[in-house]
């Protein structure tokens, strides 16, 4: 999996977010917390998984690309709700890669 500079931390979490953000890079979160995937392929707008899914290197070793972190599973359902309304209200569309993409280089551009 890869993960987005600029990830969405619901507020449960957000002050773990430097710990959560180091475990990622170690492949390792706790079972607790909850991954918000864009899939590869174009099938469905977000994966939600829980972070146990990490523990298989599947998963592991995708493309997708995780653009936040929850810590519950209501939490990760409300958050990707928020994300798809987001992206709409931005774009008019649903095409969360592009917006994750433009958004990430329009914040690299402005650091």
Known sequence: MKYFRYM???SSLDERRAE??????????PEEVFLIGIPEENTHLLNI????ILKKNYY???DELVI???GA?????ELAGGIIRLVHEKTG???????????????????
């Open 60 to 62: 592991r070793e995708s």
């Open 49 to 52: 998984y829980p972070g146990e």
């Open 20 to 29: 959560l953000f180091r475990q990622l890079n170690e492949n390792t979160v």
């Open 93 to 111: 569309g649903f095409d969360i890669r592009a917006y994750v993409r433009e958004a990430g280089e329009t914040a690299v551009q402005n650091d």
């Open 8 to 10: 969405w931390v619901s």
């Open 73 to 77: 599973k209501d939490e990760a359902e």
């Open 68 to 70: 936040g972190l929850a």
